[in-house]
């Protein structure tokens, strides 16, 4: 069966689990250890997507856009919250996300309302090119989340209290939120 005859399968597990089992498997995947019925990468997109869905948002799981038999676009995710539509793509990497990922989560924001948003959220850090990109490709349209931030988002049960606080930040500041509000590099 491929993975996305498994999208099925990969709700079901993850519905079962309770947020102290979110941040069990999350801290897992920073040390570099998945269970192995999760196909790497998988895991992330659905635990995220859970303890979204555990702290109120509405989730749409995984998916692919197909055109005429083309695919088109694999989505990890949307999460909706305070009437916030928010496309989801999920990084589980040792090296620093690069720029293209940010390209491509931008080009799939460029086919959707002009409200929708994107964020980027990832087990370690983002590349200095791709926070460049970020003050140079306007609008502020993605958010951006970094290993260290999101655990403690994890931690505390404060996905979305982010998600609210780095999309004010970018409407009132006109540019991404970067690095948390501390200004610390993570």
């Known amino acids: 069966m491929t993975d996305e005859g498994r ?8 519905l079962a689990l309770d947020h102290s089992r979110v941040l069990a498997l999350w801290q897992g995947l920073r040390a570099g250890i998945s269970p192995p019925e999760w196909p790497a990468g998988v895991l992330l997109e659905y635990l995220l997507l859970r303890a979204f869905q555990l702290e109120g948002a509405e989730v749409t799981w995984p998916y692919r856009v197909y ?3 083309v695919l088109l676009e694999q989505i ?4 909706y919250f305070d009437g916030v539509s928010c496309l989801v793509e999920c990084k589980d990497m040792t090296n ?7 390209v491509k989560l931008k080009s799939q924001l460029l086919r959707r309302p002009r409200t929708t948003i994107g964020a ?3 087990t370690g850090k983002i590349s200095e090119p791709a926070s460049s ?3 140079l490709l306007p609008p502020p349209d993605v958010l951006l989340w ?3 931030e999101l655990g403690q988002a994890l931690r505390e049960h404060r996905l979305l209290e982010g998600m609210r606080r780095k999309l004010r930040h970018a409407v009132e500041m006109g540019f991404a939120e970067v690095k ?7």
């Open 7 to 14: 999208g099925g399968e990969y709700q079901r597990r993850v």
């Open 67 to 69: 055109r005429n038999g």
């Open 76 to 79: 990890d995710g949307v999460v």
């Open 96 to 102: 620093p996300v690069d720029a293209l990922a940010l």
């Open 120 to 122: 980027l959220l990832c």
């Open 133 to 135: 990109l970020m003050e």
């Open 146 to 148: 970094e290993g260290k």
């Open 180 to 186: 948390p509000p501390d200004g610390r590099n993570q």
